[in-house]
């Protein structure tokens, strides 16, 4: 249960961390204080993500096995997601100390880190697809990957590249109905 639960408070930690970060640079850009608070909000939002995502992802942890490669995939996974707690709550805690919708002087700054932290999220986004979509991590109630160490879409038939897409889908169907 908890696999499942990590993947859904990890969607809404990488939707609300980049909104967030999209409100500010259209409220700065096109001079919308609104969108300042819209922000706020979504990095709230984002920061409690964070931490049910961690929560739930160390849960998760505790009830798998990683195969090496997994495991290589996995030490990665964490380490960009630890990053991104740590760089997530310096953003909110420096918002909350500049009393301000965005810090003052050094709302650059801030919006610089913010993008470098939007970039570490996709990344760790990326490692976590590839441990459940290459490795099959929490795939069918499976506790284990030592038989998953090649990427789970390998039983994909592959046609032949002057064929014709809709002939190949036609065939398939045609295959599977006699």
């Not at 996995?74 to 909110?92: K, P």
Request: charge should be neutral; include cysteine; hydrophobic fraction near 50%.
């Amino acid at each position: 249960m908890e696999i499942y639960c990590h993947s859904v408070f990890v969607h809404f930690a990488v939707t609300l961390f980049p909104l967030s970060v999209f409100f500010d640079i259209i409220a700065l850009t096109f001079k919308r204080p609104k969108h300042l608070f819209a922000a706020w909000i979504t990095l709230i939002l984002s920061g409690m993500a964070l931490l049910a995502a961690v929560a739930t992802g160390l849960l998760a942890k505790a009830n798998l096995r990683f195969a090496p490669p997994a495991k290589a995939t996995l030490e990665i996974h964490q380490t960009l997601a630890l990053i991104n707690v740590v760089l997530v709550f310096i953003l909110l805690f420096w918002r909350i100390r500049s009393r301000e919708n965005l810090p003052g002087q050094g709302k650059w700054p801030y919006i610089l880190i913010s993008v470098i932290a939007v970039i570490l999220i996709l990344l760790g986004g990326f490692y976590g697809g590839k441990l459940v979509h290459h490795h099959g991590i929490g795939i069918s109630d499976q506790n284990t990957t030592d038989h998953h160490s090649a990427p789970i879409i390998e039983d994909i038939p592959s046609f032949p590249a002057d064929d014709n897409l809709f002939q190949a889908t036609d065939s398939i169907r045609y295959k599977s109905s006699d």
